[in-house]
């Protein structure tokens, strides 16, 4: 919902804060009185084309600002996250036009492109009359509208995923082929690859193991000398353990002589000698370890042939049994490959088949939806002066594959004839053709009408020049149904008539003194005086009020 307007330096208006509700606000005032200049204020906060005449003269900057109250579910939020905007219900749109004609956009304080600001304008507002590529106007929206009318959602859902496997399945067939095809290019050069890492048999780890023994090979006979010359002191007839043995006897010997207990040096150089014992039998196991059959040659040229190996495929010595698995899939790939691909395709085929048949219920809804939608809205029409008009939903299938997509395979676009003939088949264009603004504005009138229950974000309903050329009954066809729209949505007009005027839930004029735009709320009498200078131009009859006192009494 649009809650207020904040205008600054706009041609005529210097300042203005105007502040909005739910339901029908309807703005009168007389020719040239600056109702346009609202509505291309508003234009500016939702981005469109800025002019340098709007800034007011002797002003070098003109200022809009537009606050949006924004329901926990409104679409809008998805668009905000991907810029990184943060938004907690209250959005503020805000556009700065210098007078050289350059602008500058804001969203909640951040600046923004101008197409992105239009962008989330179009999710807020539907101007008619205005900007003829918002909204209904544009024909990518009709399948969209159409879908919600229908009440497609799950349908579309099962469509786009159903879309989504065809084409997974599609690129895997593609990939698979692509793979097939450089194989069998290769597949002289790859068989013998996987003949030859076959032959070789690497082994993960391999080239680290071989190093480890090369080195120990080339340092036996070091390590054999240091051990034996290590285990003689230890161990010989003159090592450490002969000579604690003897000092041991010694000291026992001379037990008597010396006078005192020796019990604890006793058995500090026993366990000294088990000490020395434990080493030597540890020595005697790395030594036997020495004793291994190692064939230095044998290790050299294995290792020359997995570090060739390795050279030859540009890879470390580690992923030769990786590239082994790698190689050889490729190979069952050629071997395999008609096998393997025919399922592929059969997998293309079927999930295509998924796809085809959860469009054609698209479409089946699509054209039962259609009948609908065009059997109402064209009952409308008559009531709004439009009889000679005729609406219809194309809705045609698209034969190319190319044009399939995740919602199906419908080219959705609505269709008017605005001067049909019962003596011949009505001439069918797009219903952004309409040349009359107010023929127009009261073909939106009665699309949003009709769709207002299934589009609920729609946002703000603007309609500008809906009452031209019409009057009486056709009129109060137009209040009545602008007041219907109302009961949902927020809807604003800028109006003429009368009979328009008297149904809105707040009145607005807009007048013109001193070169300046102002604009004031009615209530009760000066809201009868407006509506009866409508009825009745600048001199107002008594005739004229007590008109408009039936019409606001019946409104």
Avoid at 18 to 40: H, M, Q, Y
Avoid at 145 to 151: H, I, K, R, T, W
Avoid at 393 to 406: F, I, N, P, Q, R
């Amino acid at each position: 919902m649009l809650q207020a307007l904040h205008i600054k330096n706009v041609v005529l208006i210097e300042q203005l804060s105007l502040e909005f509700t739910n339901g029908l606000s309807a703005l009168t005032g007389e020719t040239g009185a600056g109702k346009s200049i609202l509505l291309d204020s508003l234009g500016l906060a939702l981005g469109a084309r800025g002019d340098a005449g709007l800034v007011r003269r002797g002003s070098n900057q003109a200022s809009v600002t537009a606050e949006f109250d924004i329901s926990p579910d409104h679409p809008v939020y998805d668009v905000l996250k991907e810029q990184d905007i943060l938004c907690e219900g209250v959005l503020i749109l805000r556009r700065v036009l210098n007078e050289d004609g350059r602008s500058k956009a804001y969203v909640n304080d951040e600046a923004v492109s101008i197409g992105f600001l239009k962008t989330i304008g179009e999710f807020l507002v539907d101007i008619h009359g205005q900007f003829e590529t918002y909204g209904l106007l544009n024909p990518s929206t009709h399948r969209i509208v159409l879908d919600q009318f229908s009440g497609n959602s799950s349908f579309l859902s099962d469509s786009s995923d159903a879309f989504r496997k065809w084409r997974d399945a599609e690129i895997m067939l593609a990939e698979a082929e692509e793979q097939a095809a450089r194989a069998m290019e290769n597949e002289s050069y790859i068989r013998d690859c996987v003949e030859e890492l076959r032959d070789l048999s690497p082994v993960e780890g391999e080239e680290l193991s071989l190093v480890e023994k090369k080195k120990q090979i080339q340092h036996v006979d070091a390590l054999r000398e240091c051990y034996a010359l290590v285990g003689e002191a230890l161990g010989g007839e003159q090592g450490a353990d002969i000579l604690i043995g003897q000092a041991w006897k010694n000291l026992e010997r001379h037990a008597d002589k010396i006078g005192s207990d020796i019990s604890g040096l006793i058995e500090d150089l026993n366990g000294a000698s088990e000490n020395i014992q434990q080493a030597c039998r540890k020595l005697d196991q790395l030594a036997s370890a020495l004793d291994i059959d190692l064939n230095l040659e044998e290790i050299e040229d294995r290792l020359y042939a997995l570090r060739a190996l390795a050279r030859k495929h540009h890879c470390a010595v580690d992923d030769l049994p990786r590239l082994f698995e790698e190689l050889s899939v490729k190979l069952e790939m050629v071997d395999g490959q008609e096998d393997v691909l025919r399922q592929l395709r059969l997998k293309v085929e079927e999930s295509k088949e998924k796809y085809r048949l959860c469009a054609i219920k698209l479409h089946e809804r699509r054209k039962s939806a259609a009948q609908q939608i065009d059997k109402v809205i064209n009952s409308e029409l008559k009531p709004l002066k439009l009889d000679k008009s005729v609406f219809e939903t194309s809705v045609e299938l698209c034969h190319s594959e190319t044009a399939w997509g995740a919602y199906g395979f419908d080219d959705v676009r609505f269709l008017v004839a605005t001067n049909a003939s019962s003596d011949t088949a009505p001439v069918l264009e797009s219903l952004n053709k309409i040349a009359s603004g107010g023929e127009m504005a009261r073909f939106m009138l009665a699309l949003k009408v009709v769709l207002a229950d299934s589009a609920p974000h729609s946002g703000v309903f603007v309609f500008d020049e809906i009452d031209t050329g019409i009057g009486g009954a056709t009129a109060s066809a137009v209040g009545e149904r602008l007041a219907k729209l109302a009961e949902k949505h927020q809807v604003m007009v800028v109006t003429h008539s009368p009979q328009v005027a008297s149904v809105a839930d707040h009145h607005w004029m807009v007048s013109k003194s001193g070169g300046r735009t102002t604009i004031t709320p009615l209530k009760g009498q000066s809201r009868q005086e407006e509506i009866a200078r409508m009825l009745s131009g600048a001199e107002i009859s008594s005739e004229a009020r007590a008109a408009a006192a039936r019409l606001l009494d019946t409104g």
